[in-house]
């Protein structure tokens, strides 16, 4: 049923009573809408960005609602082929997509969100792909957030943005709504978006029973710009080459409930349908002009998928004086089919690197997958005595991977693959005082190879993102181990501090090998031995009426400890045939060592609020020096200053303004080591007029200045939410 606020933590995803900050064996951060609406970003990936410790970000894809994020060196990105290493869930429900294991942060609405909990390390009890960590979204009901509003706001870059929401209860039911829509031309050239979304949740709910319905649908184009050689970084808006375009539909039904059978007996689940469209162009140069005369190709690929599935879970609950127990047991099962199909066309460069076709599409791969994950887990807390409480859980997963070519023509390609594993976790929590709690823990993870790695294995027959389907060798799982140290607690009733120090070792990692000299998208997947992420986060926060402020720090330590080869022939430093060696103690790429955030308010009077955020982040290695040593070095760290205000008008009436990258600082956070092809007269296709290409590192721009100004009027009485919705 519906329950009181109080911060818990969902310790596994399905429905259940969740598990008192106090007794989380890790260095949990959880926000709510309320946190959310005061900043005013564009997009939920912004906020996490600019706020939690562990999380970095960058602008591999170049569009502000596809992101890759990174906690604690693990990533949940949009783009295909990336290994990923981080769970997010919508209300119980894993919603990266089982073709790729992608998350496309576009097709969660900003405006449903109650809370986000970021729960860090290996927790087997979230099932596969929890490397480093997962996120839990937590959306928003009528019970909790009465009234609505309609919200307008525009600005820099073409952007024009709406929401309504509208959320209530009569008796026993309550309901939410809300909508958005985005168009925004794109602070660069050829980069624009178009979002649509909705979420609509209708509840039912008693003394003893709690059911939830709801929709979350989408229709979104979003197109992105690539990595830029440094060579023509005097134009940060151009685009290297173009169309880069995306198109994402989603339908989305999710069914939770919960009953409780006695005070200690409570029964949750839930129920899901995901239908998933997405269909890509891509625009890349052929490095193979030399030999076919032909310049770039167009390469079109269409995803259409349905995934369905569930979960069940018991919570037992009991208590003897000090001596608390909560047990739960649960087991999911997550389906989905999904239909592969990849076009290619020779194609031509305009002198501003337009793709155009000079002939038709041909299919290239005509595919269908199936993914079956199984698991069942089983979890306890138990509090030894007022001050110690002992946690421990493990989890079974299954997954089966199946691959059936549809040509006829591929019949190497049909096969099916299966990785089965049982992951533990111990967790000691030590309670002196309700100010101080100190904590450790050793959890382990899983992640199966998807169906794209799987297909794309051979460094022999190096392939394109989103990539062709080969008969290639097996992978093996990836196993993740985590060792966590940490405490929180308050200093008297205005300062709170965390502190958590943590290793997570990987074995049979997965990485995406480039192979390519002027299409850096191409390259094979391989299992490179073990690598390892640890470090220290660092978080302090002071709430003193009229100012408060948080600072949060991030060392991060990623490195390879396996040996291997790779063929990365833009590196300098790479052998005559193209290899360099990386060896163990080489960073991996792409992860910033150190990573400062601050934010600050200031209630300047009762209806004005001032906010700042300012992030730091140290410089990257570029994705193809995986050994360190090509000669253009990092990618340079960068600070960003980012401010926000809201003025109240009146009671309904409320006026916000963001402004983003202040002092309009040039900053760069993702590279790639490549070729850069357009070397002739005006940057023009170099190889035409007998111009080699040039190796050089490309790096992707953050976004430039930009202001924005909205008014929002709020009707209907509002809740400052809650952030227990939760496990």
């Not at 986000?116 to 009890?125: F, H, K, R, T, Y």
């Not at 309670?431 to 998807?450: F, H, V």
């Amino acid at each position: 049923m519906e329950i009181p606020t109080v911060v818990v933590v969902g310790t596994t995803p399905l429905p259940g009573l969740g598990t008192a900050l106090r007794d989380v064996p890790a260095n949990v951060q959880i926000y709510t809408s309320k946190d959310l609406a005061r900043q005013r970003q564009a997009t939920t990936t912004d906020y996490l960005e600019q706020n939690p410790t562990g999380i970095s970000s960058n602008a591999a894809q170049g569009n502000m609602f596809q992101p890759d994020i990174n906690l604690r060196g693990f990533t949940a990105s949009p783009l295909l082929g990336t290994p990923q290493g981080v769970s997010v869930f919508q209300d119980g429900v894993r919603v990266n997509e089982p073709f790729g294991d992608v998350v496309n942060w576009d097709l969660i609405p900003q405006s449903a969100i109650a809370s986000l909990q970021l729960i860090p390390g290996s927790n087997p009890a979230f099932g596969l792909n929890t490397l480093g960590g997962a996120l839990a979204v937590y959306t928003k009901s009528g019970a909790q957030f009465p009234g609505g509003g309609v919200e307008l706001s525009g600005g820099s870059f073409g952007r024009k943005s709406g929401e309504v929401d509208w959320g209530g209860s009569s008796g026993v039911v309550d309901w939410f709504l809300t909508a958005d829509a985005t168009d925004d031309d794109g602070w660069a050239d050829h980069n624009p978006s178009r979002v649509r979304r909705f979420f609509g949740k209708v509840g039912w709910q008693n003394q003893t029973s709690d059911l939830d319905v709801s929709f979350t649908g989408a229709d979104n184009t979003l197109q992105g710009t690539q990595t830029l050689p440094r060579s023509f970084l005097d134009d940060i808006r151009q685009a290297y080459t173009f169309p880069d375009k995306n198109e994402n539909k989603l339908a989305f039904v999710t069914v939770k409930g919960s009953h409780f059978f006695r005070d200690e007996v409570l029964l949750g689940g839930n129920l899901y349908y995901r239908n998933y469209r997405t269909s890509n162009l891509s625009s890349n140069v052929n490095d193979e002009f030399s030999e076919t005369g032909i310049q770039a190709t167009n390469d079109a690929s269409d995803i259409k998928q349905g995934g369905y599935g569930g979960g069940l879970q018991l919570v037992l609950s009991s208590e003897a004086g000090s001596r608390k127990n909560q047990l739960m047991l649960g087991a999911t099962v997550d389906i989905a089919d999904a239909r592969f199909t990849q076009k290619s066309q020779d194609a031509a460069f305009t002198p501003d690197r337009n793709t155009v076709g000079i002939d038709d599409f041909e299919l290239e791969t005509d595919a269908d997958t199936t993914t079956r994950y199984l698991g069942a887990f089983i979890a306890d807390t138990f509090n030894l005595n007022a001050q110690w409480t002992l946690s421990a859980s493990g989890r079974y997963n299954q997954a089966r991977v199946r691959i059936e070519d549809r040509t006829g023509e591929a019949p190497l390609l049909n096969g099916e693959h299966t990785f089965s594993r049982f992951n533990p976790a111990v967790g000691i929590n030590f309670n002196p005082n309700q100010n101080l709690t100190a904590y450790a823990s050793y959890n382990e993870g899983m992640r199966a190879p998807t169906a794209i790695e799987l297909t794309c294995a051979d460094p022999d027959a190096p392939c394109k993102l989103p990539n062709d389907f080969l008969a290639d060798p097996p992978l093996d799982a990836v196993i993740s181990k985590t060792v966590e140290v940490g405490g929180r607690g308050r200093f008297g009733t205005s300062w709170r501090w965390n502190a958590a120090v943590y290793r997570t070792r990987l074995e049979n990692d997965i990485t995406f090998i480039s192979a390519g000299a002027g299409a850096t998208n191409a390259g094979f997947f391989a299992n490179v031995g073990s690598t390892r992420r640890q470090g220290v986060e660092l978080g302090l926060e002071m709430q003193r009426d009229p100012v408060s402020f948080a600072v949060r720090y991030t060392f991060l330590d990623a490195t390879f400890r396996s040996s291997f080869a790779e063929s990365s022939p833009a590196n300098s430093s790479a052998d005559e045939q193209g290899i360099i060696q990386v060896e163990p103690g080489d960073r991996i790429p792409s992860i910033p060592r150190h990573v400062l955030k601050v934010r600050a308010d200031w209630s300047v009077t009762s209806r004005l609020f001032v906010g700042a955020n300012v992030l730091t982040s140290a410089g990257v290695y570029a994705r193809g020096d995986e050994n360190n040593q090509d000669i253009n070095g990092q990618v340079p760290g960068y600070t960003v200053v980012n401010l926000d205000a809201r003025y109240l008008a009146g009671r309904r009436f409320e006026v916000f303004v963001r402004i983003n990258n202040l002092f309009d600082r040039r900053y760069f956070n993702f590279g790639v080591v490549g070729e850069n092809f357009f070397t002739g007269p005006d940057r023009t296709f170099g190889p035409a007029v007998g111009i080699d290409p040039v190796p050089e590192q490309f790096r992707g721009p953050g976004a430039p200045f930009g202001a924005w100004l909205g008014v929002r009027y709020s009707f209907g009485r509002q809740s400052a939410g809650r952030v227990s919705d939760t496990d």
